[in-house]
């Protein structure tokens, strides 16, 4: 999983990320609805994700199914923008994510465990 998902691949990997092994025309049908793509668009964003490898296409029926979870691209572009934004520091990504918005009891604790776990 080398390469990038751009936001476009990424609204379709939701989709086929949400229903598992879904038809291509089933996806344009909902990326019509939600996103109010045409067809075209979303064939021509389905054939990026399969020469990207982030999907396998099985016929008959175009059927897409992922090769990459949403937990591995998640942690994949979390890393990413943890070297680019922030230099490799976490401290800093968490700083910068806590510095305006006010946590929750529930959520500190969440973290706290998480921070411990490790």
Excluded at 20 to 28: C, D, L
Excluded at 41 to 47: A, E, F, H, L, R
Excluded at 61 to 84: D, H, W, Y
Aim: aromatic residues 6%; hydrophobic residues 40%.
């Amino acid at each position: 999983m080398r390469e990038k998902l751009f936001d476009s691949e990424a609204k379709v990997m939701e989709i086929i990320w949400a229903r598992g092994a879904i038809s291509a025309k089933e996806i344009s049908l909902i990326a019509a609805d939600t996103i109010g793509w045409n067809k075209n668009t979303t064939y021509t964003v389905i054939k990026k994700l399969e020469a990207k490898g982030f999907i396998r296409r099985d016929e008959p029926g175009f059927i897409c199914t992922p090769t990459v979870t949403r937990a591995e691209m998640q942690k994949k572009e979390a890393v990413s923008l943890l070297n680019k934004v922030f230099g490799g520091s976490r401290k800093a990504l968490f700083s910068a994510l806590l510095e305006d918005e006010k946590l929750t009891e529930s959520e500190t604790d969440e973290l706290r465990r998480l921070i411990e776990k490790r």
